[in-house]
């Protein structure tokens, strides 16, 4: 395999290790080991760290070696704030310029995000799930909005593999709709139907945001997220 293969296959890797918490937050990457790996010098290794710390997979630290990006107590709250925003302006450009193309390729990743719910993993729902939003910013084809987006799509796969990993009958339902509102959001951006996505977009999110927020709140820790628990007066 020629060097420049070796160093997409490290960027694939390592992209998917993040994503799907095989690489956890916080983690270090260690360098020596992935030039081993992959026959590759430390010079297209760490492009490839710089191309990932870009895309916000990794955090770059003068003189520390490189390592996971961390899901932070404010990190999480920026998520929440900003996801169901940025996935309905992402929803409503995509019914607009969407190509006849790009409307296949999501129909195509909507197939593999079935066929993962039947039988995948949770690893291969997150990522199904990601392709299938991935082409939705492709679509939308925004400047300003995409480095956004993409950071999003990092973080919703990293705290929601929970979601994709069903531990109640409940859980798998909202598997079977989350797969229902990814047909129907294919239905309005191929109407051009704008209103329409955006709206899909708002469902979409409502109906994950109560799985992750287990997960970033266990039911032991009853506090709204932002707020520190005070002390009692002495």
């Known amino acids: 395999m020629a060097a420049k293969d ?14 799907t918490t095989a690489l956890r937050p916080g983690d270090d990457l260690d360098e020596v080991t992935l030039c081993t790996d992959f026959g590759l010098s430390r010079t297209p290794v760490r492009e490839v760290f ?8 990794i955090d770059l630290r003068d003189n520390r070696g490189p390592r996971v990006s961390d899901l932070s107590h404010t990190t999480l709250r920026d998520f929440f704030l900003a996801a169901p925003m940025i996935y309905g302006a ?16 999501l129909r195509a990743a909507q197939d593999g995000f079935r066929a993962a719910l039947r039988s995948g993993t949770p690893a291969e729902r997150t ?9 939705t910013g492709e679509m939308a084809g925004n400047v300003f909005l995409l480095p956004s987006f993409h950071r999003l ?23 079977s709709e989350a797969s229902q509102q990814h047909d129907a959001i294919i239905d309005a951006i191929a109407a051009r139907d ?7 977009a708002e469902e979409h999110w409502n ?20 707020n520190l628990a005070r002390s009692n007066p002495a």
């Open 6 to 19: 070796r160093k997409t296959a490290l960027a694939a890797h390592l992209k998917e290790a993040v994503l």
């Open 127 to 135: 990522l199904a799930n990601t392709r299938f939003h991935e082409i």
């Open 153 to 175: 799509l990092i973080d919703h796969a990293r705290i929601g593999m929970t979601f994709y990993h069903p531990q109640t009958t409940e859980m798998a339902e909202n598997l």
């Open 90 to 105: 992402i929803l409503r450009l995509a019914a607009r310029n969407a190509s006849e193309l790009q409307i296949a390729a």
């Open 50 to 57: 710089r191309e990932l710390a870009g895309l916000g997979y």
């Open 194 to 200: 704008e209103a329409a996505a955006a709206h899909l």
């Open 207 to 226: 109906l994950s945001r109560d799985q992750i927020e287990r997960f970033v709140m266990p039911a032991a820790l009853d506090l709204p997220m932002g």
